[in-house]
Structures are given as C-alpha cells and as structure tokens.
C-alpha cells in the first residue's frame, strides 16, 4: 500500500526544526536557536558525541540557512532541495511565487537546450531483404540491402543542421545519395529550412512552417531537380480534430503529382491511422491500427489496397528492454507471403523482410501464420515469462536491500540524534513528573497496519519490529516549559529530528502513551496530522 498522493512535499526543513510551513521569521529564529543549543558540539567532551553533534548541528544550520532567506524558502517551498541547489539567482523583481516558479523553468529549459546541443542525436535505417524461393533455387537469401542514417545537432537556439545519406542495392544495380537540411527558427511559429541533397536525386530546395493557429500548421516546400531541372512544388496543412486526433491533406505538383488526405488518431494504449493518395494513373489506401496490451507488448492490424498492391499485415510486438523493440510482422498479399522481422533500439532501426512464397497457396498462408504465433505463445508461457519472472524478483530483491540498508542507515542517524537528544529529555521529563505536567511514557513511529494492531494486541515488544521506531525520546525532548507538545499539520513527521522513516512507501502513524495530571492517555495521528497533548479526550 503506497502512500497518499496527496501528501505534501517539501517540508523536512520545517520537520527538522519543529516548524509550522506558515512560521515566521521569529520563530524560525527562535527554533534555531533552541536547536542549536541543544546541538552545538562545544558541549560534547566525548569525541564520538562530539562528532554526532557536529553532523547534527550541520543539518540545523542548513535547514535555518534556507528558511531564514525569503527567496530560498520560497524556491525550496515550491521545488524542494532541487530548487535551491540548481543555482537560480533571483533578483529583487522575482518577489512571487509564481514568478519564482517561472524563472526557475526558464533556467531548467536553458539547461536542457545546453545538454542537447552538446550531443549529437543520430536516426538510421538498415533494411534486408531476403527471399526463400530465392534461396531454395541456389540464388542466394539477400536479395537487397538498404541504409539510411542521418545526424543531427542544434547549432544555436534557433538553427540546427541535419546531415544523412543513404545507399541502396537491389540485385546488380545500386546506387545512394547524401542529404543536408540547414533549418533556422525564425519565430516561435515559423522556421524555414534549406535542403540540398548529391546522389542519385541530386536537388537543392526551401521549405517553410508556419503554425497557422492553436490547432493548425502549413508546410510549403520547393525543389529543384539538378538531374533533369523540374520543379516540385509541395504543401501540407495540418490541424489538431481533438486532443488525440489530427488530420492531414498534402499536395504534390510536379513530375509526380499527387494528393493525398490522412488521419491519425493515439491515446496511451491505442493509435491508429489512414491515408488516401491520388497520383497520375494511380491511387493508394491504407490504414493501420495498434493496440497496446501492456507497458511492454502491442499487438498491430493493417491493410494496403492500390493500383499495383493489395496487402494484408497483422503482428505483434514487445518491448525487452528500456530502449529496445522486437516487432514480428505476417504479410499476405498479391506480392506473396512474407515475415517482417524488427528491432528497434534508441533511434536505429533493423528491419528484415522475408519472402515466404510469390504464390498464394491457403495452407501455406494459414500455417505462416499460426505455427510462428503458436511458438510465440509456447516460449512466452514456458521461457520468456519465466525469465521476466525471475528477473522481476531479483530486481525486488536488490530493490529491498537497498531501501533495507538506507532503512539501517536513517535508524542509525536517528539513534545519534537520541543520544544527544536524551540527557535534555530525561531532565524535562523528571521536571515534568515533579510538577505533574505531561510526561512521554511510550511512543512509537511507523507502520499504520503495525500500529494499528496494538490495541488489540497483546504483544508489548513491537518497538523491537523493524517497521515501527521508539521516539519516546524526540516526543519528550520536544515538550515545552508549559507542559506541551504540537507537532504541526502537513509536515511528515519522519523529518523529526530523532524520527526515521522505517517504511518506505508504507502508510505511517504516530502512537502515543503519555501521562498527565496523575492520570493516563493515548492518542494515535496520521503521519501528515496536527497533534497537540494534552487533550482530555485522550484520557483512557
């Protein structure tokens, strides 16, 4: 059971200090120096007790360094620790939270746009064709080869280079070409690229976007041949139908002239999409539909109808790592049968086609299909769910002894803390008992569920579970010279100095005995609620 979503962040300073996040500047300074006090390591004589109260005294000055600063507070109240170490300098005009908040975004995009243009990023292709009749007849399996790869880097905020080629050969002929694309960002809605490409389809061209409103956007592009000197004229208009659906009308004029109108629709576990394309004495339809079953596997439907095709396509696909695809396709169509084998890593691309057959035999085509998908299945129940399985604990298991050795490591802060904590407590505590004031007698810190079960337990050693912590200690420590203790609402109460967190992602509470006036209480709090004793409706 996870904790609450809604909790609030950002608030272990005001934990450390025993502080409302509404405090004021005086009570900030006052907190500081009540803690200081108590932890300032000149009162130690034990080197050992003087080291703890040296680690101790650090994270008091720390807290105080940042909540005594306006900006800083306001920074670390909206993002944390991150936001004050990421090195915002804010000016006497950044006086608001929102402005705060904004000004730390710029810097955060600013730093992103600096890590990227540092690094190239890089796209490419390999595709292998390959045929079994082919093969079957002595001819050899690959039929043909093509790659394609490209590099891109941003140049400034505003330009960025592209630069690919690509080679291709199909039995005895071959051929391949080089490409540069220089685009500049005129405006946030307009940017303007330049294209000149050697090879095989030697050109030189510009294009121009324009992001015509909030849900429409024009492209135009033209280009000049230098093998033949034709021009092409190009166009395409977008526009957002719904927040998951976009459409799409492209022009072509030109040695191939043509127009096509598409659409696409994608969600977090479906896409799918179509097009419809008119050229000289030709036309081309096709849809496409993806479905994803899980995070890791998908599954995919698809068909082609035109003037020279008529195709059928279904697989399946699964993710095997982070950034890793596997995707397996089956083809049926008036070309033949085939499988279409895919891997996907980062932005490479490995894609195999295989020609099963130029004959449309029904046996064949349905055995294609359902023995590749039956052995599919086969390893996936007896093989490949075995291995995730066994993978997934371990990962669990490395998972739990690290949370488990941080566990060990926030315990034992904790337990330094009491020990500089329990000479101050244990003298409030007899004061407290002389004049029968209030008086700590157990508390106890963790496991909702744990805690729960103490009224209706009888067990007395659950200090001893490795979930739930004993502050009795910190809870008496921190009692006033009135005879009061407040813990204070939407601050998590494992910041308190001596408290621990000893479930990570459990549900917390507080568990608390104490005395009063010769008489006896308890009272349990969530981990986020205001506690304030005593109360008389504590009384037992």
């Not at 539909?289 to 698809?302: A, E, N, V, W």
Request: aromatic share 8%.
């Amino acid at each position: 059971m996870d904790e609450p979503n809604e909790a609030p962040e950002n608030r272990e300073l005001y934990a450390l200090l025993n502080l409302s996040p509404e405090a004021s500047d005086e009570e900030i300074r006052r907190a500081y120096r009540q803690w200081a006090q108590a932890y300032h390591p000149d009162k130690y004589q034990s080197p050992h007790m003087k080291d703890i109260a040296t680690e101790n005294f650090q994270r008091i000055c720390e807290a105080y360094e940042i909540l005594s600063d306006s900006n800083k507070r306001q920074i670390y109240d909206i993002y944390g620790m991150e936001g004050v170490n990421s090195g915002l300098e804010l000016g006497a005009t950044l006086n608001r939270a929102e402005e705060i908040k904004a000004e730390l975004e710029r810097l955060k995009r600013m730093k992103e746009r600096e890590k990227m243009a540092a690094h190239f990023r890089s796209s490419g292709t390999i595709l292998a064709n390959m045929s079994l009749p082919h093969c079957l007849n002595g001819d050899g399996l690959f039929r043909g080869m093509a790659m394609t790869s490209e590099i891109q880097s941003d140049l400034s905020k505003r330009d960025a280079i592209t630069i690919g080629g690509n080679l291709a050969v199909d039995g005895n002929e071959g051929g391949g070409a080089a490409t540069a694309v220089f685009r500049h960002q005129i405006s946030e809605a307009s940017s303007v690229e330049l294209v000149a490409s050697a090879g095989l389809r030697a050109l030189v061209g510009v294009q121009a976007s324009r992001t015509l409103s909030s849900h429409s956007a024009a492209t135009m592009g033209l280009a000049l041949s230098l093998q033949d000197g034709s021009l092409n004229l190009s166009n395409l208009w977008t526009r957002q139908l719904s927040e998951t659906a976009s459409g799409h009308i492209q022009l072509a004029l030109g040695t191939q002239s043509s127009i096509a109108v598409g659409w696409q629709k994608k969600d977090e576990r479906r896409s799918a999409s179509g097009e419809v394309k008119f050229g000289t004495g030709s036309f081309d339809t096709s849809v496409h539909y993806t479905h994803r079953f899980s995070p890791k596997s998908l599954g995919c439907i698809g068909g082609r109808v035109g003037s020279s095709s008529l195709e059928i396509e279904v697989g399946g696909g699964r993710k095997i790592s982070k950034f890793s695809t596997v995707r397996w396709l089956y083809t049926i169509g008036i070309q033949g049968i085939f499988w279409k084998f895919e891997l996907h890593r980062g932005g490479q691309k490995l894609i195999i086609p295989i020609l099963l057959t130029k004959h449309l035999n029904p046996v064949f085509a349905s055995g294609a299909l359902v023995v590749p998908a039956s052995m599919y299945f086969l390893l996936k129940k007896f093989i490949i769910k075995p291995y995730y399985l066994r993978r997934n604990k371990q990962k669990a298991l490395e998972k739990d002894e690290k949370t488990s050795s941080q566990v060990k490591e926030a315990r034992a802060a904790a337990e330094k803390a009491q020990k500089l904590q329990e000479n101050v407590a244990n003298r409030k505590r007899n004061k407290q008992l002389e004049t029968g004031g209030l008086v700590i007698m157990r508390a106890l810190y963790g496991n909702e569920r744990v805690l729960c079960n103490l009224n209706s337990s009888s067990e007395t050693s659950l200090e001893s579970t490795s979930e739930v912590i004993d502050v009795t200690i910190p809870l008496n420590f921190l009692v006033n010279d009135s005879g009061q203790l407040k813990l204070h609402e939407g601050v998590k109460k494992s910041g308190i100095m001596g408290f621990c967190d000893p479930c990570p992602g459990e549900p917390k509470q507080l568990y608390i005995e104490y005395a009063y006036a010769g008489n006896e209480y308890k009272v349990s709090v969530g981990d986020y609620e205001e506690l304030i004793i005593p109360q008389g409706n504590h009384r037992i």
